[in-house]
Each structure stands twice: as structure tokens, then as C-alpha cells.
């Protein structure tokens, strides 16, 4: 199970600003590459923050991004634009931004360096394990436990704590290893789907 299976009805939220997006020559290649951009100046912002009310902006932006990495498939599906390019660009932005958005987590204890470092690996791997189903004809894989919106939905809520309660207790530090973990599973169940 993975949050991605309501992905369908958020797009149906968000088809009306889509049809506005297009009319008003908006493009899914703009979307991509400012969502990638806001997500890293996000990122270096959290760095340069002295305050950790600042990892409020963290679970908004996540939001948001999410809307935007629809918002973009919309446009390219649904309005004609989709290309080579586009496709390379939807892939590794997505990478890059989760980079960006979960390196300043690093900063927080009880966490440190070695296990971001760790989360921050296994997602661009599940990612690539999703991507590769579609170079060996079975689809762009997007299973789960843990993809995209799951990691999204688990680091707005460390940002969220952060942000309120101004860090996190010390057993927060065993959810990075069952994070790892999950997203281990993700990449075998990807790996297993794409070879069906």
C-alpha cells in the first residue's frame, strides 16, 4: 500500500488549474524545473536558518511539490506535451528536490549525517528502480511501501515536529533505520514487479 494509489483523485482536483496552466502557455517543463528549484533553495535555506521554526515550511512545501509533480504529468499527458527531455527532467528533479529537502534533517537530532546519507541513497535508488522497469517494457514502477509521496508524507511530519516543538525526542532516531528499511523493501518490490 502506498499514499501514490490516491494520486488519481488529486488529479482530478487539480484538472481545472491544469486546463488554465496549458491555456495560459504554461509548460510541464517550467513546472518540473521550479519545483526542483524552490525545493533546493528550500533546502539551503534550511541550512542557513537559525530557527527550527523554519522546518515549518517543510510539510508545505512538500504539499505543494506534490501538486506540482502532478501538475506537470497533467500537463504533458493531458495537454500534449510530453518529450525526451521532459522525461529525463521528471526523473532526476525528483531526485535532486528529495536530496535538497531531506539533507538539512542532518542538522536535527538525534539524527546526523550517516543515516540521511543513507535515506537520502536509498530513495534516488527506489527511484531508479522504478525507472527502469519502463526501460524493460513493463511500466514505470511506483510500488510501494515506501515511494515518493510515502517519503514525503513521513518527512513533513519530522518537519512539522521540528518546526513546533523545536527538535525531536531521542527515539525519533530509530525511525531513520525503519525508513531505510521500508525503502529497501520498495526497491525489491519494485525490482520483483518489473520482472513479472
Not at 536509498?122 to 513493463?138: C, I, K, Q
Not at 511501501?145 to 514525503?152: E, I, L, N, T, V
Request: glycine share 12%.
Amino acid at each position: 500500500m502506498s499514499i501514490y494509489r490516491l494520486k488519481s483523485g488529486f488529479q482530478n482536483l487539480l484538472r481545472p488549474l491544469v486546463g488554465r496552466l496549458a491555456r495560459s502557455g504554461v509548460t510541464a517543463n517550467q513546472v518540473t524545473v521550479a519545483a526542483a528549484a524552490i525545493s533546493v533553495a528550500l533546502g539551503l535555506l534550511l541550512f542557513a536558518a537559525a530557527s527550527p521554526a523554519w522546518f515549518l515550511l517543510v510539510p508545505l512545501w512538500l504539499f505543494l511539490r506534490m501538486a506540482l509533480n502532478a501538475v506537470d504529468g497533467m500537463l504533458a499527458r493531458e495537454h500534449g506535451q510530453a518529450s525526451r527531455l521532459g522525461g529525463y527532467l521528471n526523473e532526476i528533479a525528483d531526485v535532486v528536490s528529495d536530496a535538497a529537502l531531506y539533507a538539512p534533517f542532518a542538522l536535527v537530532a538525534p539524527f546526523g549525517a550517516g543515516w540521511i546519507g543513507a535515506v537520502i541513497f536509498l530513495s534516488a535508488l527506489t527511484e531508479f528502480a522504478g525507472v527502469l522497469g519502463a526501460t524493460h517494457g513493463n511500466g514505470r514502477r511506483y510500488d510501494g511501501p515506501m515511494g515518493k509521496s510515502d517519503r514525503a508524507a513521513v518527512f513533513g511530519a519530522l518537519g512539522a515536529w521540528v518546526g513546533v516543538a523545536g527538535g525531536l525526542p531521542d527515539w525519533a532516531f530509530w525511525l531513520l533505520p525503519l525508513l531505510c528499511a521500508a525503502m529497501a523493501w520498495t526497491v525489491v518490490n519494485r525490482v520483483t514487479a518489473g520482472l513479472r
